[in-house]
C-alpha cells in the first residue's frame, strides 16, 4: 500500500474488490504519519486505536447495509471548526476548548461513513494566507519546503497533498480554501456562502464564511461537497440551493472573463505570468472565448475584508482573547485584527452599503460571461520572503481571492500544469451564486484536457525545517 493514492476512486474500487478495508487503511495512514515526524499538519491527531475501532464500526455498518457514500475516506478538518472531544484552538492555546458536540459538517461526515482523524494546523485565528503564522510552528508546502505552504488552511491542504488523507475541510474567508490548494498542487472548492453550514466554527466574517473542500481531484470534491449541502436550521446564515450544484457538461462555446492587461498583477514572478498564459491557451481549445473586464470593483471589494469595518467580526471572535493573552497571539495577527477598534458603527454600515453597490456591479460584469479566471494567487513567495514583509506578502497571495465571499461567488482552484520552475500553478474560476456547476464543469473539462495526474504520496520524511514562524 506504500504507493496508494488516496483518491475516491482509488479507494473505492479497492474496497469493493476487497484489496483490503478501512481498518489496513488506518494502519497505514498512520505509518505514513509516523514516517513524515514531526512534519505538523495536524495539531490534534485522534489515537489510532480510537480511529480503527470508529473503522470496524464502519466495517460493520456496511455490513449491515447501511448506505455509506464516503464510505472508509478518511478526513480532517481545521482547527477552527469544532469536533467533540477533541479541543478547538485555531492555532491558539490561550483559547483552547473541548466542545461536547462536533459542527455539521463533521456531523454530515461522519454519518456518510468517512473517517475523521484529526484537527490540522492553520495560520493562527484563520487570519493569515501564508500558512506560517504561527506561534507554535507550520507545516511545509509539499513541493518545496523553501516555499510557504499557503493558508490559513495550511494543514488541510497539506494533509491532502502529501497522502495523509482523501480530503479535508478547511474554512475560507479571504481565499484559505484556495491559495494552499494551488500551492500544493491540488484542488480547492469554495462553494457559494450559505450553501453548506458552518455552525460549529470560530468565525472570522460570519457573514461570509464558508467550509471550503480540499481534494485530489474536481470529481473527488464535488462528491464530498453533495454530502454538506443542505438547509441548516440551527445556522442562520444557511441557504439553500436554488438548482443541482454538481458539474454540467461544457458546451463547445463558452465565454470566460479576464481581468484587463493593465490590472493582471503577478508582483514579479515571471513564471506565474508564464503559466497563467498557457492556462489561457488550454480554456480556448476546450472552447472558451476570453473576454477583458474591469476588474477594479473585485479588487475593492477584496480590500473591505482586511481594510474596513468587516475586520470587526473578528474582533467578535477573537477580541477578548487578544485583550487577556496578548502574548498568546502572533504579532501579525493580533495587529490586523485589533486594527478594528478603530471603526464605527457608522463605518460598518458605509462598508455594507458599498459591499452591496459592488456587489450588482460585479453581478452585471460577470452576467456576460460564464465564469471569471484568474490565477489562484499571482505570486509563491519562500518562507523568508514573508518572514521579511509579512503583510505585504500576505496581501499579495489575496489579490485574486479576497473578493470572491463578499461578492457571494462560487469558486475553485484547480491544478493547471506546472510552471518553469516546477512549483505548481493553481487556476481560478469563479461564478456567481450558486455557480458550482458551471464552474465545476469547466474545472472537469481543464483537467481532463490537461491529463492531470493525481498528486502521488512520496514515502520520504519531511525535510529538515528551513524556516520558522
Known amino acids: 500500500m506504500e504507493a496508494l493514492t488516496l483518491d475516491i476512486a482509488t479507494l473505492t474500487q479497492a474496497y469493493a474488490g476487497q484489496s483490503f478495508d478501512p481498518v489496513q487503511l488506518v494502519e497505514e495512514i498512520y505509518r505514513r504519519t509516523a514516517l513524515r515526524g514531526d512534519d505538523r499538519v495536524w495539531l490534534h491527531l485522534r489515537p489510532k486505536a480510537h480511529v480503527l475501532e470508529q473503522a470496524r464500526a464502519l466495517v460493520a455498518r456496511r455490513a449491515r447495509g447501511e448506505h455509506l457514500p464516503l464510505y472508509g475516506l478518511p478526513y480532517g478538518v481545521k482547527d477552527n471548526i469544532d469536533v467533540a472531544g477533541l479541543p478547538t484552538t485555531a492555532g491558539c492555546e490561550a483559547l483552547r476548548r473541548v466542545p461536547t458536540r462536533s459542527a455539521t459538517v463533521v456531523e454530515k461526515l461522519d454519518a456518510a461513513g468517512a473517517l475523521l482523524l484529526g484537527k490540522q494546523n492553520m495560520d493562527q485565528f484563520a487570519t493569515g494566507l501564508v500558512g506560517i503564522r ?50 500544493n498542487g491540488i ?24 467550509p471550503p473542500v480540499f481534494a485530489l481531484s474536481v470529481a473527488d470534491a464535488y462528491t464530498v461537497l453533495d454530502v454538506l449541502v443542505g438547509v441548516d436550521a440551527e445556522d442562520p446564515y ?3 440551493a436554488p438548482h443541482a450544484l454538481a458539474p454540467n457538461p461544457l458546451p463547445a ?109 460585479v453581478e452585471r460584469t460577470l452576467a456576460r460571461v460564464d465564469v471569471l479566471i484568474t490565477p489562484t494567487i499571482g505570486r509563491l513567495p519562500t518562507c ?3 518572514e521579511a514583509d509579512p503583510v505585504n506578502a500576505n496581501a499579495q497571495m489575496g489579490y485574486y481571492t479576497y473578493f470572491a465571499n463578499p461578492l457571494q461567488l462560487a469558486a475553485i482552484s484547480v491544478p493547471a500544469g506546472e510552471r518553469d520552475d516546477g512549483l505548481p500553478f493553481g487556476l481560478g474560476i469563479l461564478a456567481p451564486a450558486f455557480g458550482e456547476a458551471v464552474v465545476g464543469a469547466v474545472a472537469s473539462a481543464l483537467e481532463s484536457h490537461m491529463r492531470t495526474p493525481i498528486r502521488r504520496f512520496q514515502p520520504t520524511p519531511v525535510p529538515a525545517v528551513l524556516c520558522e514562524a
Open 253 to 361: 462555446h463558452w465565454r470566460f472573463a479576464i481581468p484587463r492587461s493593465d490590472q493582471l498583477e503577478f508582483f514579479g514572478d515571471t513564471a506565474m505570468r508564464a503559466q497563467f498564459i498557457r492556462a489561457l491557451g488550454h480554456l480556448k481549445a476546450l472552447g472558451g472565448e476570453a473576454v477583458e473586464i474591469d476588474f477594479a470593483p473585485f479588487l475593492e471589494a477584496g480590500r473591505l475584508v482586511f481594510n474596513s469595518a468587516l475586520v470587526s467580526e473578528r474582533w467578535l471572535t477573537y477580541g477578548a482573547v487578544i485583550q487577556s493573552h496578548p502574548e498568546s497571539v502572533h504579532p501579525v495577527v493580533r495587529t490586523a485584527i485589533a486594527n478594528a477598534n478603530q471603526y464605527s458603527a457608522a463605518d460598518t454600515f458605509a462598508t455594507l452599503y458599498r459591499l452591496q453597490a459592488l456587489q450588482r456591479v
Open 134 to 183: 504561527t506561534t507554535t510552528g507550520h507545516c511545509h508546502n509539499v513541493v518545496d519546503p523553501a516555499y510557504v505552504p499557503g493558508g490559513s488552511s495550511s494543514g488541510s491542504a497539506v494533509a491532502v497533498a502529501a497522502g495523509l488523507c482523501t480530503f479535508s475541510i478547511g474554512s475560507d474567508t479571504g481565499g484559505s480554501g484556495r491559495v494552499p490548494a494551488a500551492c
Open 384 to 386: 523568508a520572503e514573508v
Open 187 to 210: 484542488v480547492g472548492l469554495k462553494p457559494t456562502p450559505g450553501v453548506v453550514s458552518s455552525r460549529g466554527f470560530l468565525y472570522c466574517n460570519r457573514s461570509f464564511d464558508v
Open 238 to 240: 444557511s441557504r439553500p
